[in-house]
């Protein structure tokens, strides 16, 4: 089943990262599925603490086409962790403000495991079974190359406090935190901030001027970059530049 761009209200509330597509007129804090970190609600908005396991890293894998539903349901029933973010958009029904949701990156998905976990889940035969294309592929890091054959990229890690900081942010029920492109934003040179007070209270990132607005980014890694909504120059304060990236 391909995955349509928004759920019907009684969609099951485990898929994505267990929100239901309409959440209604109020926008809690997020609250994931046991197969996702946890949340916690306070007055900042959202506090998110994944509780590292030295065994286990983030591995970013593809989603073929249409299939994230799919490829979530496959990892979680392997009794696996991973993380799909939503994008949430306000839409009014019959005069009623409602939350909708949508895959923030449709194509992506994270997954906290082992390396030798990440392996058998990309082997398993159930994968491919009855289909001509994979479900789930690795995403590589395209900066660096493997020690042992320069030839090749490793698959793509992220480090437990840039998954942290992403998570915080896309738990947010905001329907104005936006994934961009590097050429759709003009970056103040040096201005990598924290966010110290709001909703996006405690988000690491970089000034940016988004559509005339002032807004903060996280980038992920290189070419996965998300917005929050506004956010003004008082709501912030400028930090030492910091390292995210495995």
């Excluded at 007129?25 to 900042?44: E, F, H, M, Q, V």
Aim: charged share 25%; hydrophobic share 35%; with cysteine.
């Amino acid at each position: 089943m391909e995955d349509t761009t928004n759920l019907s209200p009684k969609a099951d509330a485990s898929l994505y990262n267990g929100q239901p597509s309409d959440t209604g007129s109020s926008c809690p804090s997020a609250r994931l599925t046991s197969c996702t970190p946890s949340i916690s609600k306070n007055k900042g908005g959202v506090s998110v603490e994944n509780v590292p396991d030295a065994s286990k890293q983030w591995f970013v894998l593809r989603v073929s086409y249409g299939r994230i539903i799919k490829a979530k349901a496959f990892i979680e029933a392997k009794r696996l962790e991973c993380y799909v973010p939503l994008q949430y958009k306000e839409v009014r029904k019959q005069g009623k403000k409602r939350i909708t949701t949508k895959p923030l990156l449709p194509s992506l998905i994270f997954l906290n495991a082992t390396a030798e976990q990440v392996e058998t889940l990309l082997h398993d035969n159930k994968v491919v079974a009855n289909e001509n294309r994979s479900l789930l592929s690795y995403y590589f890091d395209h900066t660096i190359h493997l020690q042992d054959n320069p030839n090749r990229n490793p698959p793509l890690i992220i480090r437990d406090e840039a998954m942290n900081n992403f998570i915080r942010l896309t738990s947010i029920k905001n329907p104005h935190i936006i994934p961009v492109t590097s050429n759709s934003i003009q970056f103040k040179l040096g201005d990598n901030v924290v966010v110290t007070e709001g909703e996006f209270k405690g988000i690491h990132g970089r000034v940016a001027r988004i559509a005339g607005q002032q807004r903060v980014v996280v980038e992920l890694f290189d070419g996965c970059l998300v917005a929050t909504a506004y956010v003004p120059k008082e709501a912030m304060r400028k930090e030492k530049l910091i390292t995210l990236l495995g």
